[in-house]
């Protein structure tokens, strides 16, 4: 059975920094691509970062200089690195897995599986 399990949110001030995980289990992880997306209340879904199975790395525009996406392929988990947090990337942060592991995987129609979500939360 797949499982992506999120942890690590909560609340921070603007400027401040979160570290978010993602343990997988169920799947070969390590040939797959792993990527964070997000969702913001009344917004559509959006890419943030992705990392191939070879450690490739992908951003968002937004993201781009304050975020690191990194991978631990003995411990089956990703981590999102969040600094210089703004108020406008508060929202839900989603796991996800794609089985194209050597392409980057920031387009959700790559994605093949998903976590439950994590909430992050930017205050001014």
């Known amino acids: 059975q797949v499982e992506l399990v999120e942890s690590g949110g909560g609340s921070v001030q603007a400027g401040g920094s979160l570290r978010i995980s993602c343990a997988a289990s169920?799947?070969?992880?390590?040939?797959?691509?792993m990527a964070w997306f997000r969702q913001a209340p009344g917004k559509e879904r959006e890419g943030v970062a992705s990392?191939?199975?070879?450690?490739?790395?992908m951003y968002a525009d937004s993201v781009k200089g304050r975020f690191t996406i990194s991978r631990d392929n003995a411990k089956n988990t990703v981590y999102l690195q969040m600094d210089s947090l703004k108020p406008e990337d508060t929202a839900t942060y989603y796991c996800a897995a794609s089985v194209l592991g050597r392409s980057d995987c920031v387009d959700d129609r790559r994605i093949n599986h998903w976590g439950q979500g994590t909430q992050v939360t930017v205050s001014s």
């Open positions: 169920g799947f070969t992880y390590s040939r797959y691509c």
């Open positions: 990392v191939t199975m070879d450690s490739g790395t």
